[in-house]
């Protein structure tokens, strides 16, 4: 296997133009950095389009095992130089592989609950960190879905694969207008509860048990006014000191672990 040593090469241009969600939604694709991430993008079927491989760093038996995992995949490795590889991968994390990958169709109408789903409902979160550390919580909780109503960050931006530890891979997610999104709800006849500062209940008196929908805002300026209503439920978690709300992925880890403790815990 020929060594890639030149960032002119125009496989590692191509690929490096993929930090960017413009070209990530121009060309269908996206980049997996870390040997976990990518591993458990294979194991739930992400197509892989290609590889970078650095054997300088090779020496892992972590790695070792992940190529005996790419080999089932069909998708070719290039071997390229550590000057590469430091360019190619996000945030200076070099394990020694880079992935290529299509971005997966998820739209609203492919997706399918279970018969009692528990979902999520982010609105216009700007943060990719905040929306992979939500999917991270909802993976551990057992969540049925993650929607991203009008969120300006995609899922498939690095710092949402890294926060989400690869669960973004195998967590159903959709995206939408927040009306779309909304009617959707209504069709599959789930009960709605939007976090707001100012609920009406406490999130421990709501019933989040399925088939319910948990809906939570941007920090900057929180739910819509579009998520109010006779069959929308405001809840809030309270706050004792000067905040007046926890960080979104606090707040929807406490939200989603309540709706666990509710369901009855199972190991």
Same mark, same amino acid.
């Given at each position: 296997m020929?060594?890639?040593?030149?960032? %002119?090469?125009? +496989?590692?241009?191509?690929?490096?133009?993929l930090r960017s969600g413009r070209q990530r939604r121009k060309q269908g694709r996206f980049l997996i950095d870390g040997l976990r991430e990518i591993s458990r993008a294979i194991q739930a079927?992400?197509?892989?389009?290609?590889?970078?491989?650095?054997?300088?760093?090779?020496?892992?038996?972590?790695?070792?095992?992940?190529?005996?995992?790419?080999? #089932?995949?069909?998708?070719?490795?290039? %071997?390229?130089?550590? =000057?590469?590889?430091?360019?190619?991968?996000? #945030?200076? +994390? %070099?394990?020694?592989?880079? =992935?290529?990958?299509?971005?997966p169709s998820r739209?609203?109408?492919?997706?399918?609950?279970?018969?009692?789903?528990?979902?999520?409902?982010?609105?216009?979160?700007?943060?990719?960190?905040?929306? #992979?550390a939500v999917l991270r919580s909802a993976d551990? =909780? $057992?969540?049925?879905?993650?929607?991203?109503?009008?969120?300006?960050?995609?899922?498939?931006?690095?710092?949402?694969? +890294?926060?989400?530890?690869g669960c973004v891979f195998s967590m159903p997610i959709a995206a939408g207008r927040s009306q779309q999104i909304l009617a959707w709800l209504r069709r599959q006849g789930v009960r709605m509860y939007a976090a707001r500062v100012d609920g009406a209940i406490l999130y421990t008196d709501a019933d989040l048990r399925p088939p319910a929908a948990i809906i939570l805002g941007s920090e900057a300026q929180g739910l819509s006014s579009l998520w109010t209503g006779p069959d929308i439920q405001a809840i809030r978690i309270p706050m004792c000191g000067e905040a007046d709300s926890l960080n979104i992925s606090v707040a929807?880890?406490?939200?989603?672990?309540?709706?666990? +403790?509710?369901? $009855?815990?199972?190991?």
């Open positions: 020929l060594e890639i040593t030149s960032l %002119q090469n125009p +496989r590692i241009k191509s690929a490096l133009r079927g992400i197509h892989l389009i290609e590889g970078f491989l650095c054997p300088h760093q090779a020496d892992s038996s972590e790695l070792q095992k992940l190529l005996e995992l790419w080999a #089932g995949t069909g998708a070719p490795l290039w %071997q390229v130089s550590p =000057a590469v590889m430091e360019k190619l991968a996000y #945030g200076k +994390r %070099q394990e020694g592989l880079v =992935a290529v990958a299509e971005i739209s609203l109408e492919e997706l399918v609950l279970p018969a009692q789903p528990v979902v999520a409902v982010l609105e216009a979160v700007e943060k990719p960190g905040n929306i #992979g551990g =909780a $057992g969540l049925s879905a993650v929607l991203l109503a009008e969120c300006p960050a995609d899922p498939w931006n690095p710092n949402c694969i +890294r926060a989400s530890l929807a880890a406490v939200l989603f672990y309540e709706s666990l +403790r509710q369901r $009855g815990l199972r190991e």
